[in-house]
């Protein structure tokens, strides 16, 4: 059984999730956002091999919010219970991510992104700590 916080928690994050795939995404094709992104180093768009690396990002936020959500049992219930360690591993992820943010020389992403993986950090570490039907 799966607590409200817990569904609330994994759509948040999935809901953050999509946000930073899009904005990864376009990267990819060419937005000229290079100062929200890579320590603000780039004022335009990123050169190919960095935006070779958006593609990385944007599968990694699907990865995990897939398994945000299985662990959350709202995909395949089935492998809510054996997605319980690997949640842990987005929340390193995310905790990574918001020390990272803390610390980027650009003041846009201490703006626009350290609030973001703040609360996908937050949220996943709510749906890594929930119940589990089978644990």
Do not use: D
């Amino acid at each position: 059984m799966t607590s409200r916080a817990t569904t609330r928690a994994a759509t948040i994050f999935t809901a953050l999730a999509v946000i930073v795939g899009a904005f990864q995404l376009a990267l990819l094709v060419g937005a000229p956002w290079g100062f929200l992104t890579w320590g603000g180093r780039i004022p335009g768009r990123l050169p190919a091999s960095m935006r070779a690396a958006a593609v990385v990002s944007a599968l990694l936020m699907v990865g995990f919010a897939l398994l945000v959500r299985a662990r959350a049992g709202l995909v395949t219930p089935a492998w809510q219970a054996r997605a319980r360690r690997p949640a842990w591993f987005v929340v390193a992820y995310c905790a990574v991510g918001v020390v990272a943010n803390a610390v980027t020389p650009s003041p846009w992403e201490r703006i626009v992104w350290l609030p973001v993986v703040s609360a996908m950090l937050f949220c996943s570490l709510v749906v890594a700590r929930g119940e589990s039907g089978r644990s």
